[in-house]
């Protein structure tokens, strides 16, 4: 038998029959509308005035720790500290005082735990008595602004280089050639010896600008990449140059497929990341408990920077070394910053660009004993 709609409910959304024309909703059936609603990052509930959840995302379910079944069961404001707020607000909204509101709430997880601070945006759906209810955790939010600012730093960062080592590089042939020059026409070692320092320097500073410059030259190869290869190779590398009281370990999913990428350029950029990472266990490899793991995993709807991806292959490489000096740990990946004595500061920033190239991006977390790098990469 057909059931008239609840007052106010328009009988068609996106132009399927509405699935709850029945007011006692089945929690086991989910109404198809609402099932894009999955592959959002963010919480999603579509709730009545009264509180009954008639959808729960796949992200809202999971950060709860409960089934959906658990979740349409109860009310939404069940899951609030403070359930008076968020009743006011939907009933407001669900009543069109306002189309739309948004405030800060504490969401109640089962079981230990603090609660999650949340932002709430509520929404209307349609005109009626139903709403969205978007949760988007406040940290999560403020860690993505802060990777977005970083992204855009890094940016500003290469550019600003690039034109600086240009500005360098072209008076600095003339400073080489007339030095030498000069070294022709004066007479006496001494006045000599001040051409070669000239030319020295100038070389150096060469050099140095070469290296500045390298990562907008290279040609940017493309093939099909294996990451465990490139793990390989890195691997061999390091050991040879550390070849005593460091244990380098693999843990690869090797399940993960084959993407087009630059071979060399994800050589480099991991080298530079594990030669770090070695680099910090001197102390333990001296004292013979070095370790560094090489591990790989697949991981899934990831946000880099603005973009959201299906799958990415995450590349961690940990080390129990000391960790990064707090004080660094802001400014690690911009250039010619270093904590090491003769470090060029250049190697992070290398990581960074190529397998930003990738579309990807290198992060880290450093505790003192524990330092894992991750380099994530969009799979196709
Ligand atoms: N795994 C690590 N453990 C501790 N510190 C690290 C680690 N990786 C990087 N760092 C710190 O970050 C700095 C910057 O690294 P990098 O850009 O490669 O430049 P460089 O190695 O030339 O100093 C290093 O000097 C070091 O202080
Ligand atoms: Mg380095």
Redesign the pocket.
Known sequence: MRRAPPAGVKETWGGAAFPWRTPAVNPARQPEPFAALDHLATMVAVVQADGHCLFANAAFESVLGLSRRSVLRGLLYDWFVDPVAVADTVAAVARNDYSTSRFEGLLRRPGPGDPLPVHVIVNQLERGPTVVVEMVEIEQQTRQDREERLQDQVQANKELIRNLAHEIKNPLGGIRGAAQLLGMEVEGKALAEYTQVIIAEADRLQALVDRLLAPHRLPHRVGDVNIHEVCERVRALVVAEFPRGLVVQRDYDISIPEFRGDREQLIQAVL??A???A??LQASIAAGDARMTLRTRVARQVTIGKQRWRLALELQVE?N?????RA?RDR?FYPL????EG???????LAQTFVQQHQGTVEFE?EPGK?V?KIVIPLP
């Open positions: 530079n990341v030669r770090n990472a680099q910090a080390d070394g000391p960790g990064i000096p660094l690690i910053v270093s904590g090491r470090g060029s500061g250049l190697g992070l920033t450093s330092t790098f």
